[in-house]
């Protein structure tokens, strides 16, 4: 199950159908595998208390994922995703917001699954990951420029 939580002050505004957006990604990302996960789409202010919190690093990024212990199966974990930050990296990106949204959503439920771009051979592993999950949502490759 894949639970959406919007808050109130989180824009979003331009994102049609922004919970079917979401769920679409996460599912994608999920593949066949079994879980719940709750995703809080939220604004800048709370993202910093958390990222500060929870990482010593205050300041908003654009998603935190949560990971749940093992214990608390089929919870997988939770992501958090910052408005403000996510339009902002979308706008100087070229993107539109839900498909940047998708992209962090995808990658946020990856980290949930385990993987990790630690060092270069994970992030090429992961990023080659969500671009094929990305290419199913009719997402464009979001590293794609980078790698130009």
Request: negative net charge.
């Amino acid at each position: 199950m894949i639970e959406v939580e919007v808050e109130d002050g989180a824009d979003w505004s331009g994102v049609a159908d922004l919970e079917a957006v979401v769920i679409r990604a996460a599912e994608a990302a999920l593949c066949d595998q079994n879980g719940d996960v709750v995703i809080l789409l939220t604004d800048d202010a709370t993202v910093t208390d958390l990222n500060s919190r929870f990482r010593g690093k205050d300041r908003a990024t654009n998603v935190l994922s949560f990971p749940a212990p093992e214990s608390a199966r089929p919870h997988l974990g939770d992501l958090v995703l910052a408005s403000g930050v996510c339009r902002i990296e979308a706008e100087v990106q070229g993107k539109t917001l839900a498909d940047h949204l998708s992209h962090l959503v995808v990658h946020g439920v990856l980290h949930l699954l385990g993987r990790d771009h630690e060092d270069d051979a994970e992030a090429e592993t992961m990023e080659a990951e969500e671009r094929a999950i990305l290419a199913g949502l009719g997402v464009v490759d979001p590293y794609a420029e980078r790698g130009a």
